[in-house]
T-cell receptor, first 113, second 110 residues
Framework: EADIYQTPRYLVIGTGKKITLECSQT?????MYWYQQDPGMELHLIHY???????EKGDLSSESTVSRIRTEHFPLTLESARPSHTSQYLC????????????FGQGTRLTVV | QKEVEQNSGPLSVPEGAIASLNCTYS??????FFWYRQYSGKSPELIMF????GDKEDGRFTAQLNKASQYVSLLIRDSQPSDSATYLC??????????FGSGTRLLVRP
């Protein structure tokens, strides 16, 4: 079982609120990723990190921001939530090297009302 | 053009048949290729990965890679109803981003 954790699992929040989705892994992986996935739809890469103090935007434009101050922690923040942010957010991590799998957390299902 | 393309399906096969899932990618510098399975409402889980041209077998699953054609496939032998899920092709591109295709929904009929 993969040691990657996301909290909260479910979140319902009002428009305009600031939220932070947590993602932690205990495997010492350098690379971490955030994906956004609507029900029945594809995973879109929104942020990724190669290591501490390294963050990059993914292919899908997102109003969220991320930070990577510690290897094990890769939080995602929305400064002002909107209904269009309603989605499932999946965090993943993988070790260095080109033939290593990505492990996924359980996901956070966010609903903005 | 999307970086990773898959037929969305659904692909419907009878129990015991071979299911063939296909994926193409656009970045010639891509290094590694992964097949994930995702059940509805769950997170993706790895089935297998491949990074050398040719075939790689693991139980009922065989991954095939052809870098010249930028094509990767997954064969599932002796398909079971429990194999019904969405199968995601993922590619690690030349910048080490892990990009997923839109997935192919597989339905195995009892």
């Amino acid at each position: 079982e993969a040691d990657i954790y996301q909290t909260p699992r479910y979140l319902v929040i009002g428009t305009g609120k600031k939220i932070t989705l947590e993602c932690s892994q205990t495997m010492g992986h350098d690379k971490m990723y955030w994906y956004q996935q609507d029900p029945g739809m594809e995973l879109h890469l929104i942020h990724y990190s190669y290591g501490v103090n390294s963050t990059e935007k993914g292919d899908l434009s997102s109003e969220s921001t991320v930070s990577r101050i510690r290897t094990e922690h890769f939080p995602l923040t929305l400064e002002s939530a909107r209904p269009s942010h309603t989605s499932q957010y999946l965090c993943a991590s993988r070790d260095s090297g080109h033939a290593t799998e990505a492990f996924f957390g359980q996901g956070t299902r966010l609903t903005v009302v | 053009q999307k970086e990773v393309e898959q037929n969305s399906g659904p692909l419907s096969v009878p129990e015991g048949a071979i299911a063939s899932l296909n994926c193409t990618y656009s970045d010639r510098g891509s290094q590694s290729f992964f097949w994930y399975r995702q059940y509805s409402g769950k997170s993706p889980e790895l089935i297998m990965f491949i990074y050398s041209n040719g075939d790689k077998e693991d139980g009922r699953f065989t991954a095939q890679l052809n870098k010249a054609s930028q094509y990767v496939s997954l064969l599932i032998r002796d398909s079971q109803p429990s194999d019904s899920a969405t199968y995601l092709c993922a590619v690690m591109d030349s910048s080490y981003k892990l990009i997923f295709g839109s997935g192919t929904r597989l339905l195995v009929r009892p």
